[in-house]
T-cell receptor, first 112, second 112 residues
Framework: GQQLNQSPQSMFIQEGEDVSMNCTSS?????WLWYKQDPGEGPVLLIA?????ELTSNGRLTAQFGITRKDSFLNISASIPSDVGIYFC????????????FGKGTLLTVNP | NAGVTQTPKFRILKIGQSMTLQCTQD?????MYWYRQDPGMGLKLIYY???????DKGEVPNGYNVSRSTTEDFPLRLELAAPSQTSVYFC???????????FGQGTRLTVV
C-alpha cells in the first residue's frame, strides 16, 4: 500500500518559535491535507491543498503542495501553547473510494 | 449540526466479548470510514463505505465487520474481542467532491 513518511516524529519548542514539519510519499497524491488532533479528540482539518505548487495559509499556518505531488510541508509561525497536539498529514490519490492515507503524526509540545 | 457522532466514548471489554461501535453523521455524506489509532502509528483504515449498502475492506479489517443500511449510520462490529483490538477508534465521513473527511471524537476501547 501507499506509505507516507512524516517527520519529525516529535518536537519540543519554546513559545514564539516557528515550526516546520513535512510529509513525503512513495507515490503521487491529488490532494494533501493537514489535520490537528487535540488530546482526547478526533482530528480536525487545518488546511487542504489541491494543486501541485499550491501554497495556502490559515492564520499562522502555511502549507504547500510539492511540485512533484509526492510531498507537502506545514509551517506554524510564532507558536503558542494551544498549538500543542498531534499534526497529521494525509494524502488522497484519487479514485472513486476517496480513501485517505495518513502519516504517523508529529507530536508538538510548546513550552510557555 | 452535530457532524459525526460516535458512541460510546469509552469501553472496556473482556476477551471474547462482542460489541458494536456506533457512528452516525448528519451531513448526508456518502462516504464513511472507520480508522483505528495506535500510539505513534497514525490512523489505519479498517473498513469504508461509498454509500448505503456498499462496504469494503481497508488496511486492517481482520476481526471487524461493518454494515451500512442507511446513509447516516455506519456501525463497526467486533465479534470476539482480542487484546490486539485495544485502540482508539475513529469514524469519519466525507461528501462527494470535497477533499477532506470530518472525524468523530473517537471511542477508546480496552480489551482485557
Amino acid at each position: 500500500g501507499q506509505q507516507l513518511n512524516q517527520s519529525p516524529q516529535s518536537m519540543f519548542i519554546q513559545e514564539g518559535e516557528d515550526v516546520s514539519m513535512n510529509c513525503t510519499s512513495s507515490s503521487i497524491f491529488n490532494t494533501w491535507l493537514w489535520y490537528k488532533q487535540d488530546p482526547g479528540e478526533g482530528p480536525v482539518l487545518l488546511i487542504a491543498l489541491y494543486k501541485a505548487g499550491e501554497l495556502t495559509s490559515n492564520g499562522r499556518l502555511t502549507a504547500q503542495f510539492g511540485i512533484t505531488r509526492k510531498d507537502s510541508f506545514l509551517n506554524i509561525s510564532a507558536s503558542i501553547p494551544s498549538d500543542v497536539g498531534i499534526y497529521f498529514c494525509a494524502g488522497d490519490s484519487g479514485g472513486s473510494n476517496y480513501k485517505l492515507t495518513f502519516g504517523k503524526g508529529t507530536l508538538l509540545t510548546v513550552n510557555p | 449540526n452535530a457532524g459525526v457522532t460516535q458512541t460510546p466514548k469509552f469501553r472496556i471489554l473482556k476477551i471474547g466479548q462482542s460489541m458494536t461501535l456506533q457512528c452516525t453523521q448528519d451531513m448526508n455524506h456518502n462516504y464513511m470510514y472507520w480508522y483505528r489509532q495506535d500510539p505513534g502509528m497514525g490512523l489505519k483504515l479498517i473498513y469504508y463505505s461509498v454509500g448505503a449498502g456498499i462496504t469494503d475492506k481497508g488496511e486492517v479489517p481482520n476481526g471487524y465487520n461493518v454494515s451500512r443500511s442507511t446513509t447516516e449510520d455506519f456501525p463497526l462490529r467486533l465479534e470476539l474481542a482480542a487484546p490486539s483490538q485495544t485502540s482508539v477508534y475513529f469514524c469519519a465521513s466525507r461528501g462527494t467532491g470535497t477533499g477532506w473527511a470530518f472525524f468523530g471524537q473517537g471511542t477508546r476501547l480496552t480489551v482485557v
